[in-house]
């Protein structure tokens, strides 16, 4: 069975939703936390509810971010977005690498039939390298201190 962007962008909703439930979950237990009564401070050096809050406002933030992606993710019309990109690469002889170029999602790794793709982002390395090139192109990519080497398979 062949994977297109179509699967990919599928499978990176479902993960934009888990992770949203979960952020959610994290920051409302954050809030709850910085306001419960056992998060009094005993004296003025006890900072518990100060760093809960801090904690369930950075968690927040994380959710809304997360929500605005799964927005544009849900809304984007997939064959019609060019900046979406299913690239297969090869390093050596023997390792290949699914690559979805993406606006959102950077980071993620999916699972579309048992086959792993890593979602980029065209401010990442990788991604900017990626970008605008098509099958038989090579690219370089600096990663930690190094450069590998990578040649381009396919693109959809």
Known sequence: MTITKVDVVAALRSSLARDLGAVDAAAHAAREASTHEEAKPENDKDTRAIEAGYLAGAQAARAAELKRQLQEVERVDVRAFLLLSLTEVVQGKDSRLLVLLSPWGGGQKVSVDGVNVQIVT?????GAAL????????VEVPVAGRVRCLSIVSVE
């Open 122 to 126: 065209p401010q990442s390395p990788l």
């Open 131 to 138: 970008k605008g090139k098509s099958a038989g192109d090579d």
